[in-house]
Antibody, heavy 121, light 107 residues
Framework: QVQLVQSGAEVRKPGASVILSCKASGYTFISYYLHWVRQAPGQGLEWMGMIHPSGGSTTYPQNFQGRVTMTRDTSTNTVYMELSSLGSEDTAVYYC??????????????WGQGTLVTVSS | EIVLTQSPGTLSLSPGERATLSCRASQSVSSTYVAWYQHRPGQAPRLLIYGASSRATGIPDRFSGSGSGTDFTLTISRLEPEDFAVYYCQQYGSSSTFGQGTKVEIK
């Protein structure tokens, strides 16, 4: 069965960076886009970008460009998301999610369990 | 960027009642590229509807989606206790954006 397993909770100080991981299993890793979506406390869902594991191509929305980097390791079926210059507004639960074969921006049919990132001095 | 506005913000209903949730886009979206998700506290979001009206695998038929152009609707025909949650619409035709969510709470 398809599974996306994310790394554990992180605490960072303002200005620092964080790297989260998402390990995929149960399907052909290189054939499906993987995305990152976050939810800040009391807020809605926010799309952070996507990566195609086959060639590593990425697409980021304008509000995250320059601050987010997504990479992948095809030997371990894992994608990574690095977010830099953290501020308190980056405190959120971060999810990875997959789109079905042949789709790019959505829909998201499988999700990771979420990773809480807390930014605090 | 396509902005999605969901209404109402909160819907207070009793089990067994019908829920109608609205999602309005700032510009026309192909119905092929509209999805709805259910999000319960402490869980990952769950895909309910894609392509505006197609139910995802394992989703009960009390959930239905409709709409076109700029106006889309998620209907829950008879609320079950497990349906009280937050619901988000998403467009994925031009990049990806979510609405701000509608909370369905027990009256």
């Amino acid at each position: 069965q398809v599974q996306l397993v994310q790394s554990g909770a992180e605490v960072r100080k303002p200005g620092a960076s964080v790297i989260l991981s998402c390990k995929a299993s149960g399907y052909t890793f290189i054939s499906y886009y993987l995305h990152w979506v976050r939810q800040a406390p009391g807020q809605g869902l926010e799309w952070m970008g996507m990566i195609h594991p086959s060639g590593g191509s990425t697409t980021y929305p304008q509000n995250f460009q320059g601050r987010v980097t997504m990479t992948r390791d095809t030997s371990t079926n894992t994608v990574y998301m690095e977010l830099s210059s953290l501020g308190s507004e980056d405190t959120a639960v971060y999810y990875c999610a997959r789109t079905p074969r042949g789709n790019n921006y959505g829909p998201f049919d499988f999700w990771g369990q979420g990773t809480l990132v807390t930014v605090s001095s | 960027e396509i902005v999605l506005t969901q209404s109402p913000g909160t819907l207070s209903l009793s089990p067994g009642e019908r829920a109608t949730l609205s999602c309005r886009a700032s510009q026309s979206v192909s119905s092929t590229y509209v999805a709805w998700y259910q999000h319960r506290p402490g869980q990952a979001p769950r895909l309910l509807i894609y392509g505006a009206s197609s139910r995802a695998t394992g989703i009960p038929d009390r959930f239905s989606g409709s709409g076109s152009g700029t106006d889309f609707t998620l209907t829950i025909s008879r609320l079950e206790p497990e349906d009280f949650a937050v619901y988000y619409c998403q467009q994925y035709g031009s990049s990806s954006t979510f609405g701000q969510g509608t909370k369905v709470e027990i009256k």
